[in-house]
């Protein structure tokens, strides 16, 4: 059974850059995509981008700019750096197995992992 | 960028049925939106309840279902449980790009 952990400082500075890992046990990262949603407290999902296996990318054009996602398959880990953070990225973050399109969606969920920016 | 759109809010009494539904501002709905459907109760991650439109994971319980009604994508609760109180957020693919709606906060009362 595929699970997914979060983890990565919970407190930064405005300004500073995210950097949060998602490390996926029970399972290979290999032949499939990795998404990252965040959800700012009280609001709803927000979809940051997502990673294929291979390296490929797209993101959220709202965050593109600030965005960098990577695997490392040898760790079975993915990963997102967003820079210049704001109040305003101050969010649950979590990662998913999948994307929408992808052959049983989005289908596995990390618990998340609270990031405050003040 | 895409807006997808759902009711803020909706009531249903137990036992009975809701169908909580997913616009997109470019237009109607189609299966190569890929509709997925998450519940998300309070302080939990989201659970996924369907994806390709219909299809259910196999944790998903009977009385969803997923569909394509007048343009958007709607999901059906039959038969509403107290423990159906949530949230449920649907999401579609344009593009590649991935957009979440606002959510629906389903209250059972």
Known sequence: QVQLQESGPGLLKPSETLSLTCNVSGGSISNLYWSWIRQPPGKGLEWIGYIFYSGSTKYNPSLKSRVTMSVHTPRNQVSLRLSSVTAADTAVYYCARGVAFSGDGMDVWGQGTTVIVS | ?109
């Open chain 2, 1 to 109: 960028q895409t807006v997808v759109t759902q009711e803020p809010s909706l009531t249903v009494s137990p036992g009975g049925t809701v169908t909580l539904t997913c616009a997109s501002s470019t237009g109607a709905v189609t299966s190569g939106d890929f509709p997925n459907w998450f519940q998300q109760k309070p302080g939990q991650a989201p659970t996924p309840l369907i994806y390709s439109t219909t299809s259910k994971h196999s944790w998903t319980p009977a009385r969803f279902s997923g569909s394509l009604l007048g343009g958007k994508a709607a999901l059906t609760l039959s038969g509403v449980q107290p423990e159906d109180e949530a949230d449920y957020f649907c999401l579609l693919s344009s593009g590649g790009i991935q957009v979440f709606g606002g959510g629906t906060k389903l209250t059972v009362l």
